[in-house]
Structure formats: C-alpha cells, structure tokens
C-alpha cells in the first residue's frame, strides 16, 4: 500500500560536493524524539521502511528510533555525523522524490552493550524492531537456535554466565542478535520496567512465533528466570514487510543531493510502493503507523505467504537462473521473454497453494510492473546471498504442496535447479551455509545435487512426500536447460 509522501523542497542546482551536510541545525522541522524504539540491524531497508513510517505516522515526533548497526559500525558513524538525518529518495519509472527522515535520533554501534541495555531498562522503551536478515537469526530447520553455529553456543555460554550474577550483565558480550535481544530484555526484567514488544521485520514467515520460539529456546538455556519473565511479559508482532531497497551506490549520494540540496552520505534510493502489515500486541504503545498507511490484522499468514511466496520466490527465481543467462538486474532478468515465463510458470503453480480472496492477477500484475522498474537497479547478486535459508521460506511450500497433490512442481523446482547450478558457478553466492555447500560440492554428480538438495530441505527427497531419486534427476534435467538456452544478443 502506498503511503502519503513527506516531501521536502528540492533544489537541482546543489551538487553533492558544494551542499551544506545534512544537520538538525541546518533544516527545521526535525526536533530529536524521544528513544521509544529500538532497532537491531541499522540497513538501508529499515531507513527506506520502518523508520520511514515512523516519521509519517508521528508529525508530533514522540516516537524516536536508536537503532544499532549488525556487524559494522559504519553506517552509525557516517549517520550520527548528520544528526542521523538522511534522504529517501523514492525513483519510480517516471523520476525521483526525495523526503528528509529524521525519526531515528540514535545511531549506534551493534557492539554498544551497555547502551542497548540501558535503553531496555526503561519503561519509555515500547519497542524493538529487527532487520537482520532472513539467515541472522540463526536457527535451524525446526526454527530453534542452531546449535551447531559457534556464535550461538558462544552466546549461551556468556549468556548463562551474565544472567545468573547480576554485576556481569553489562559486562557480557554476546555477538549474535537473539543474543544480544536475550540480554536486553534480561536486563529490562531486572529494572522491571514491564512488557515490551518484539517486532522481526525480515522476510520470514509467522515471525512473532518463530522469533518467540527461538529466544525462548536460548533463553531457557541460559536462565529458566529469565525464559518465564520473556514468556509472560513480551509480546513477539509478526509483520509483512515489503519495498524493494537496493544496496546503497555512490551515485545515490549526487542524486540526492540534487533533489534536497544538502549533502548525504548515507542516502537510501528505494522504489515508491511500499507495505507494512502487522499482527500482535503492542503492550507499551506504539506509533499510530496506520497514519501511514500500515495494516494491522488478526490473520497475517495470507499477506506474508502472498509476498513471500509471489514477490520473494520470483525474486530468487531470477537471482539463480538471471545470473546464467547473462543478466546482472532484476529489471534485466524479468525483460528477457524466457526468465519471465519462467516466473509466470512459477506464481502459476504457487498460486494454487494461496487463498483465492488476495486479488492476485493484480497483485502480479503490480510485481511485475515493480520488477520492470530499470531505473531501480537491484542486483541479483544481492538477492542471490543466503540461498538456503531464503529458498526454505520462499519455495519448499510451494513445491512439498505439489508433490502432494502429485504433481511435479516445475515452476519451484526450477528455482532449486537454478540455484543448484549457481552455487556451482565461480561467483558462488555467499551463505550462512557456505561450509556446507562446499562439503557437497565436492561429491561427484547425482550425489553433489542429492546433497545441495537435502541442504535446501531434506523432506525434499522424502519418498513418502513424492521426493528422491525422480526429483533429484529433475533438478538436473531443469538446471542443464538452464544453461543451455543462452540469451539473444
Ligand atoms: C529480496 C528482498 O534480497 C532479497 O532477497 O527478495 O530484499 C525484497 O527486495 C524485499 O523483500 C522487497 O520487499
């Protein structure tokens, strides 16, 4: 659903070099808010999404955003040294707009324990949003922390010790992000400063209840107290998020620039549309998002698997199988007549597993028109990383319903086989799972697919489910047509 825009002034003769920098001082109207929400994962979608929102939804600025970086500090120095202000600059086929966002007030390191436990300690903070990516949760198949990832056994290690004697806690360290969220709210049940809400805004399915499962599971391991607190005062939001956001280029900075006439650093260029849609409690309050266009239902899972299913499937679709037919954009992919067929054969099969009442023929129509959107460059390199875990959310459904009905699944399992072969390219897409699909790699033949595969799930060549061998030779019959139908000049 597309949102009002706050747009401010333009001014085209200002270049990127000779503009004054971004600053409170410099532009009026962006008083610092008050810190309400805490954001794990500092990124150009929380910029160009949530923290957008925010701004639109609370001209009263009540609602300030300290939102902590994932693995590098960068992005909080570069945003802090603009008073965290930063341009959004919306480019549709037919030109650009810029709006100056100023509802994040904190930039900070993710390494900065002691802040992140002190803004959970206090009964002002309602929220805590997250953008770590679909594979930063770390968990395994069955959704639970996964035990075999070292930064998570570390964690539990240095969890257990800070929560079971009160003077460490701000000495802990903890490096993953349920990590790092178990010790926040360890710490926010010591200052009792009562419930909260959890919102996971990555592109994962019913993620109020996987993120609640998962820090319960690591929270159990850690302190059986502190499990009980979580389970009773914290509400885990499951959200559908969705606007497509590609990694940031230094041309962005000139354009922006051009468009507001400050200088940015940082700028974020994002497409026009753009949807929020949310499930679950807020027990402290929260922004009046729906001011901004944001949904709020009792039954998200027909929006998510929509978007996930339609959206994020076809995506991953021409990341894998775009790449080995010469193409480096989405809009470069879904223009060439063979990818796209490919992508209507596959929303043909998905759609049979989605309710009839989600308009889709217009909502495809929509997508389609979105991924034809060539002034948004969005790389399929981009979109190809962390294949094992975005193809467990976007295509196993799909593809296990297939078989179920005894059908073969093409569509989907054209999604695999490209990312079978593409993993196997020298530009290998990176993973959480590297090591894993380097172990398989090194098998000969049927046995490498059969591996590659049982990685993306093993159900997948479950005899009793319609998978194994027949599927398997499937997977390669499809990825070998796909590299031998080369584009046209
Ligand atoms: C993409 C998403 O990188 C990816 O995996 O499929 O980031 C996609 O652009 C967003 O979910 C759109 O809302």
């Known amino acids: 659903m597309r949102a009002p825009s706050a747009e401010r002034p333009v001014?085209?003769?200002?270049?990127?070099?000779?503009?004054?920098?971004?600053?409170?001082?410099?532009?009026?109207?962006f008083p610092t808010a008050p810190v309400r929400i805490v954001h794990l994962g500092l990124g150009a979608f929380h910029r160009a999404h949530q923290a957008w929102y925010t701004q639109l939804a609370d001209p009263e600025?009540?609602?300030?955003?300290?939102a902590f970086t994932g693995r590098s500090p960068q992005a909080a120095t570069e945003l802090s040294a603009q008073d965290c202000l930063y341009t959004v600059v919306e480019r549709s086929a037919a030109g650009d707009t810029a709006t100056v966002v100023g509802s994040i007030v904190e930039a900070r390191d993710g390494a900065d324990l002691p802040r992140l436990l002190d803004l959970l300690a206090l009964e002002s903070t309602a929220?805590?949003?997250?953008?770590?990516?679909?594979?930063?949760?770390?968990?395994?198949?069955?959704?639970?922390?996964?035990?075999?990832?070292?930064?998570?056994?570390?964690?539990?290690a240095i969890l257990s010790a800070a929560c079971r004697a009160e003077e460490a806690l701000a000495e802990a360290r903890?490096?993953?992000?349920?990590?790092?969220?178990?010790?926040?709210?360890?710490?926010?049940?010591?200052?009792?400063?009562?419930?909260?809400?959890?919102?996971?805004?990555?592109?994962?399915?019913?993620?109020?209840?996987l993120v609640r499962g998962a820090v319960l599971a690591l929270a159990e391991r850690v302190d059986p107290a502190t499990a009980a607190w979580i389970a009773e005062q914290v509400s885990f939001v499951s959200a559908s998020v969705d606007r497509i956001t590609?990694?940031?280029?230094?041309?962005?900075?000139?354009?922006?620039?051009?468009?507001?006439?400050?200088?940015?650093?940082?700028?974020v260029v994002t497409e026009p549309f753009t949807d929020w849609v949310l499930s679950g409690d807020f027990p402290a309050g929260r922004p009046a998002w729906e001011r901004a266009g944001v949904r709020f239902v009792d039954d998200l899972e027909p929006f998510e698997q929509r978007k996930l299913r339609l959206l994020n499937g076809a995506h991953s679709l021409l990341a894998y199988a775009g790449p080995l037919r010469g193409h480096a954009t989405v809009a470069?992919?879904?223009?060439?007549?063979?990818?796209?067929?490919?992508?209507e054969e596959y929303w043909d099969e998905t759609e049979?597993?989605?309710?009839?009442?989600?308009d889709l023929a217009a909502y495809r129509r929509a997508l389609l028109e979105r991924f034809d959107n060539a002034r948004i460059e969005h790389r399929l390199q981009q979109i190809a990383l962390e294949g094992v875990t975005k193809l467990r959310v976007r295509i196993v459904s799909t593809l296990l319903g297939e078989l179920a009905a005894g059908r073969p699944g093409t569509g989907s399992l054209r999604v695999v086989a490209a990312w079978v072969r593409a993993v196997q390219t020298d530009d290998r897409p990176g993973d959480a799972a590297a090591d894993a699909i380097t172990e398989?790699?090194?098998?000969?033949?049927?046995?490498?697919?059969?591996?590659?595969?049982?990685?993306?799930?093993?159900?997948?060549?479950?005899?009793s489910r319609g998978g194994g061998p027949a599927l398997v030779a499937e997977v390669e019959r499809l990825g070998a047509d796909l590299v031998r139908i080369r584009p046209r000049p």
């Open 174 to 209: 903890p490096t993953t992000a349920l990590g790092r969220l178990v010790l926040g709210l360890e710490a926010r049940r010591r200052s009792g400063a009562g419930p909260i809400a959890i919102v996971p805004c990555d592109n994962i399915a019913d993620g109020g209840a």
């Open 127 to 156: 929220i805590v949003t997250l953008t770590v990516t679909e594979s930063g949760y770390r968990l395994d198949t069955d959704g639970r922390p996964d035990a075999s990832d070292p930064a998570v056994e570390q964690d539990v």
């Open 246 to 267: 590609p990694r940031p280029t230094p041309a962005d900075e000139v354009a922006a620039a051009a468009l507001t006439g400050c200088s940015d650093a940082v700028p």
């Open 61 to 66: 600025h009540e609602w300030g955003i300290a």
């Open 440 to 463: 398989a790699l090194r098998l000969p033949g049927t046995e490498r697919t059969t591996a590659l595969v049982r990685l993306i799930d093993p159900r997948l060549l479950d005899p």
């Open 11 to 29: 001014d085209a003769d200002h270049g990127a070099e000779t503009a004054p920098r971004l600053s409170r001082a410099l532009l009026p109207g």
């Open 332 to 343: 470069e992919a879904v223009g060439d007549s063979a990818c796209r067929a490919w992508v």
């Open 352 to 358: 049979r597993h989605l309710p009839e009442d989600l």
